[in-house]
């Protein structure tokens, strides 16, 4: 099981490589709108939703078979499910070998700190840990 998750974490890792840029029609006429935000065309004579010639073949939407294989999806590239985390609390629940801890950025320093604390005593990975000053 285990390297099945392994070898299909490497294969999302070599398909979002491959993955193009999906641009939002017409981003490059409007300053506020960029390309990072797709959305779908739904004009009645949008030339990309009907996918004509030249306007289709130039830029591609999003489709089915752009996705992740289904037993990796929403996963950390670590392999370990994200759970955020605002209090200890929460930390009770978990299971280390297979969650990992990500600590909210509303938690102040003092309760991150103890967080961080309990949450390597119980052995979680936390992603994004204080950096020491």
Known sequence: MEMTIKRLLAVRRRQKSRMPEFKRWCWNRKLRLRYKSWRKPRGLDNKLRKRYGGKWSQRVTVNVGFGSPKAVKYLHPSGFKDVLVHNLKELEGLNPKEHAVRISSRV??????????????????????THSR
């Open 108 to 129: 102040g320093l003092k309760k991150r700190l103890e967080i961080e604390e309990k949450a390597k005593e119980l052995g979680f990975k936390v992603l994004n840990p």
